[in-house]
């Protein structure tokens, strides 16, 4: 018996989608932890270049850096890809749970 709140041929593109950018949702994943990580090497790096001045100062430096700053610029993408292919997949499997429990439902109720 069909669900007729979930259409069968929503939950299938809901899996496809879900097979489909499996890789995609992990590259954004894996690009945002590497962004993350690099950001303290790269101000560890901007410090280093400031060795002569105090350590509160190498940070000022350091984050007052175009190149820190670029790098940020690049994390808030980063951050942006991965967190929407997060709640695509987050939607994605909401609506197969949702046509589970509705033909769980439907089943019960014959």
């Not at 939950?11 to 950001?39: G, N, P, S, T």
């Not at 942006?80 to 909401?94: G, H, I, S, T, V």
Request: charged residues 35%; neutral net charge.
């Amino acid at each position: 018996m069909r669900n007729e709140l979930i259409p069968d041929e929503a939950v299938e593109q809901a899996f496809d989608w879900l097979r489909d950018h499996a890789e995609h949702c992990a590259e954004a994943r894996a690009h945002r932890i590497y962004l993350e990580e690099y950001r303290k090497s790269l101000k560890a790096k901007i410090m280093k270049e400031h060795a002569d001045l105090a350590l509160g100062a190498q940070e000022r430096e350091a984050y007052a850096s175009p190149r820190y700053v670029e790098h940020l610029e690049g994390l808030k993408i980063a951050v942006l890809n991965d967190e929407r292919f997060r709640f695509l997949r987050e939607a994605n499997l909401a609506k197969i749970e949702a046509w589970r429990t509705a033909a769980a439902n439907r089943r019960a109720q014959i």
